[in-house]
Structure formats: C-alpha cells, structure tokens
C-alpha cells in the first residue's frame, strides 16, 4: 500500500497562483495507478471534485475551474500536480489529493490529509 504527501498550499492575493503537488509513496507501481485526482472542500460546503487524470492522460474538470487550472502528472515519481492560476477567493478551500490504485485481485483509495489554499481578495 501506499500513502499520499501534499505539499504547495499556503495564502495568496487574488490573481495569483499556486502549484500543489502530490506524492504517491509506497508500495505502489505507476502501472496499477488508474487516476489521480484533486478535490476540495470550502467551509460549510460539500467536498467536490476538481480535476482528475486518468491512466490514459486524460483529464476533467470542474466547471469553475476550466482555463485556469491544470492537472498534470509524472508517472515514473508516482506525482500529481495541479497547477492553479488566476485563482478568486472561492477557491479557497482545503485540497486532498486522491489516488486509486487496482491489481489483479485488490483495489485501494488513497487519500491525503489535505492542505488549506486560501486565496484573498
């Protein structure tokens, strides 16, 4: 199994950006990693997915952030990125990172615990 580092939050003005970063550590091979993905969750709101990737490379996004948020990932470091720019103060919200991980007779869910973005006004 495995477990999941987030690192790249923190506070910036409106307008700015920030890169977050997710480390997939472990017992895991890249090859049995279907998706990585980002989600949030902004106070007295429901968690919500932002972006995902696929094994196949490829990505989707939440509405409210297409055009200023890209989510990328380095296969061979078991690392995700979301890449957020232009980012409005409703982005703020605490951002886990999420994995899933199948082989031939198991699946597993990972999650990180988190990390706060805040984005003021």
């Known amino acids: 199994q495995a477990h999941v580092v987030e690192s790249g939050g923190g506070l910036v003005q409106a307008g700015g950006s920030l890169r977050l970063s997710c480390v997939l550590s472990g017992s895991v091979s890249y090859f049995s990693i279907k998706h990585m993905a980002w989600y949030r969750q902004a106070p007295e709101k429901e968690r919500e997915l932002v972006a995902i990737?696929?094994?196949?490379?490829?990505?989707q996004y939440t509405d409210s952030v297409k055009g200023r948020f890209t989510i990328s990932r380095d296969i061979v470091k078991n690392t995700a990125y979301l890449q957020m720019d232009s980012l409005i103060p409703e982005d703020t919200a605490v951002y886990s990172c999420?994995?899933?991980?199948?082989?031939?007779?198991?699946?597993?869910?990972?999650w990180g615990q988190g990390i706060q973005v805040t984005v003021s006004s």
């Open positions: 990737i696929r094994d196949d490379n490829s990505t």
């Open positions: 999420n994995a899933r991980e199948e082989l031939p007779n198991k699946r597993f869910t990972y």
